[in-house]
């Protein structure tokens, strides 16, 4: 059963930085890429960041460049999102996913084929 563990949310004041963290297990396939999505209440599940895990090209928002690096750790099958200057728009609940079927876009919800239970991000003003 594959399944993806998020941790790493919490609170912060504007301008802070937070990391989460996104470990998967159970895999019975190769990985694509991994990616990182936010909800905020009332709003639709938005992209913010994916990594592909073979060579490591990475994708953002337009709305997070420059603030927020994604890597990942192959041997540990965990990817990151460290999150520098925040803003109180940045607060949402961060999801990472899965993908595993090739050449799909990464910036869509539906490329991915597993989902983590989700993290709090609060950014106060």
């Known amino acids: 059963q594959v399944q993806l563990v998020e941790s790493g949310g919490g609170l912060v004041q504007a301008g802070g930085s937070l990391r989460l963290s996104c470990a998967v297990s159970?895999?019975?396939?190769?990985?694509?890429?991994m990616g990182w999505f936010r909800q905020a209440p009332g709003n639709e599940r938005e992209f913010v960041s994916a990594?592909?895990?073979?060579?490591?090209?990475?994708f953002y928002a337009d709305s997070v460049k420059g603030r927020f690096t994604i890597s990942r750790d192959n041997a540990k099958n965990t990817v990151y999102l460290q999150m520098n200057s925040l803003k109180p728009e940045d607060t949402a609940v961060y999801y990472c996913?899965?993908?595993?079927?090739?050449?799909?876009?990464?910036?869509?919800?539906?490329?991915?084929?597993?989902w983590g239970q989700g993290t709090q991000v609060t950014v106060s003003s």
């Open positions: 996913g899965v993908a595993h079927v090739w050449g799909r876009p990464l910036f869509t919800t539906t490329s991915y084929n597993y």
């Open positions: 990594i592909r895990w073979s060579g490591g090209s990475m």
């Open positions: 159970g895999l019975t396939f190769s990985i694509y890429a």
